[in-house]
């Protein structure tokens, strides 16, 4: 059995699976997308990434004719054609395909596309005994990094240079020494028992992972202050730490080659892990 794609409306083979070469994704990045976890066959957290694509399509006057509902049937399908059971979901919707100009299409037709991967979560457990590390870029992006758009050239970059220097992650700072998030990940660090992360604002993604550690975190007590830190304050914090779909909770021991407390994952990730699976299994029933 091939793997399958949803493409407009259809399933097709994901060798088969095409979109015009005028389609405005492809041309302006004018288009949103979401990731979302896919596990013991479930969908993890998809009312927020449902809420979050709403609000980039209001925010750039995409008109989706489909319902939450209908999105929720197609995906799910999707996941069952392809008997996938833990991966990821992708999902890209784009003003569609009309003749290049900046400008709208007067008659715009938005094209949805839908495919699935194998993941291996388990692998992002173990990691949390040895944690990763980070290294820091300046963030290049544009200003309204709270819509998930495709445009992620600045993010690509700053994920090569992580990569080219042996890193898991970049971590992007701005021009003031602002730290604000990882290039495809969010950040976090911990001071005096307390976790510090961005405030939601337009140079952040509003990640599904972390809205999810801070209501978890806050049910545990653990103090969560969500204020701008400084790369500075990162170096000196007592542990560090990043969220994302791809990686619910991941223990940062690192930055830019510098040791963050003892070099070794904290006390607090020790305490939030458990936490992060233990919520994620109650959703879908996964267990590493
Ligand atoms: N990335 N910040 C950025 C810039 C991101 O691209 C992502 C997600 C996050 C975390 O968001 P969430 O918790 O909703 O996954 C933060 C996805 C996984 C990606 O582009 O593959």
């Not at 041309?27 to 896919?38: H, P, T």
């Not at 070099?263 to 990730?269: E, F, L």
Request: aromatic content about 6%; overall charge neutral; hydrophobic content about 45%.
């Amino acid at each position: 059995m091939p793997q399958l794609a949803y493409v407009d409306g259809r399933m097709v083979p994901l060798r088969d699976a095409m979109i015009h070469v005028e389609d405005r994704g492809l041309q302006f990045a004018d288009s949103l997308y979401e990731v979302c976890a896919i596990l013991n066959g479930r969908l993890l957290d998809w009312p927020g990434h449902l809420a979050r694509l709403r609000r980039g399509l209001a925010a750039l006057f995409i008109d989706f004719p489909m319902s939450d509902a209908a999105l929720g049937i197609v995906a799910r399908r999707l996941l069952a054609v392809n008997g996938q059971r833990e991966g990821l979901l992708y999902l890209q919707l784009t003003r569609g395909s009309a003749r290049r100009d900046h400008g709208f299409p007067t008659t715009p037709s938005p094209s949805l596309i839908m495919t699935v991967r194998r993941f291996d979560f388990a692998q992002r457990v173990r990691q949390q005994a040895t944690g990763v590390s980070v290294v820091t870029v300046n963030d290049m992006r544009w200003r309204r990094v709270d819509l998930k758009t495709t445009g992620l050239l600045a993010n690509v970059l700053a994920k090569q240079d992580a990569r080219a220097a042996g890193a898991f992650e970049a971590w992007l700072v701005a021009e003031d020494g602002t730290l604000r998030e990882g290039s495809s990940t969010n950040a976090w660090i911990v001071k005096d028992g307390r976790l510090l992360t961005h405030p939601l604002s337009e140079s952040i993604l509003p990640g599904i992972a972390r809205s999810a550690l801070i209501d978890l975190a806050r049910g545990a007590q653990i103090a969560v202050d969500e204020r701008p830190f400084s790369l500075a304050e990162a170096l000196a914090a007592d542990e560090a730490l990043l969220t994302s779909t791809t990686a619910p909770l991941l223990p940062v021991v690192r930055i830019d080659g510098q040791a963050i407390g003892t070099g070794t994952p904290g006390p607090v990730a020790a305490r939030l892990a458990p936490l992060v699976w233990d919520e994620i299994e109650r959703q879908t029933g996964w267990r590493a």
